[in-house]
């Protein structure tokens, strides 16, 4: 009985370690998270909501910082993120992303993505579509600069419910930004993959890091391995310079 138990057990942690994509063999970044996001609905007179979210102690000199999205209920498409240090205003972005009760369920992520020792926010925003389309999201990043400020980016990008983490391929403390995309090839379906660092004209592609973009067929079953159906070499002609619909303030 017991060899049996110890079969099964090793059975189930094989199957675990090997469904994953490839880059999840390398270091996960580690967030911080802070979901205790306030609502101020203001559509009847005002037609918009507020979401504001405080974090004490959040700067080098344990000032607070708060961020507020702003959308108006007659253009979701449309929005405002104010940042303020200490209740006193230092930014205000444009987003063409909505932000309603019914999508603002995901915490903020903090963690310190482009290693220059500064915090950083990031932000998952559901689509709210249905079918396949329920993975569509809008990803902003807050990349913190020194005095206070923030870089915004932003794109579309499809995720589940694992939320896909940054990865260090490289062990700089820069942790690669990997975007997933549906495309359509000779007949098949196929999850795209491409990466990204930071730097300070936006985002810049490097997949040359571990010859990406790699692309997984879409099955009705978990599929985790590189398609043998398109060259590694074809698979660069779907490179993304940028994410879709990018943005950055």
């Not at 972005?93 to 932000?99: D, L």
């Amino acid at each position: 009985m017991r060899q049996l138990l110890a079969l099964l057990t090793l059975t189930l942690l094989t199957w675990t370690t090997e469904a994953q994509f490839p880059f999840e063999k390398y270091p996960a970044i580690s967030y911080k998270n802070f979901n205790d996001w306030q609502l101020y609905d203001r559509s009847e007179k005002e037609k918009k909501f507020h979401h504001t979210l405080s974090i004490p102690d959040f700067y080098a000199d344990n000032d607070t910082l708060t961020i507020q999205l702003t959308s108006f209920t007659n253009n979701w498409d449309s929005s405002f993120i104010r940042i303020f240090k200490n209740k006193k205003q230092i930014q205000k972005f444009f987003e063409p992303m909505g932000f309603s009760p019914s999508n603002m369920f995901e915490p903020i992520r903090v963690a310190d993505i482009n290693g220059d020792g500064l915090s950083d926010l990031k932000l998952i925003v559901s689509y709210n579509g249905t079918g396949t389309a329920c993975l569509n999201v809008r990803i902003i990043y807050l990349f913190q600069k020194n005095g206070g400020e923030f870089t915004k980016i932003s794109f579309n990008d499809m995720m589940d419910e694992n939320k896909r983490q940054e990865r260090d391929f490289d062990g700089d403390k820069n942790f690669e930004i990997i975007t997933m995309n549906l495309r359509y090839y000779g007949d098949h379906s196929y999850w795209l993959f491409n990466l990204y660092n930071f730097d300070s004209d936006g985002l810049l592609n490097v997949n040359w890091k571990d010859n990406y973009p790699i692309m997984t067929q879409f099955l009705l079953r978990d599929n985790f391995e590189i398609t043998n159906k398109i060259s590694r070499e074809k698979m660069k002609e779907f490179t993304l310079i940028l994410p879709e619909k990018f943005d950055k303030k």
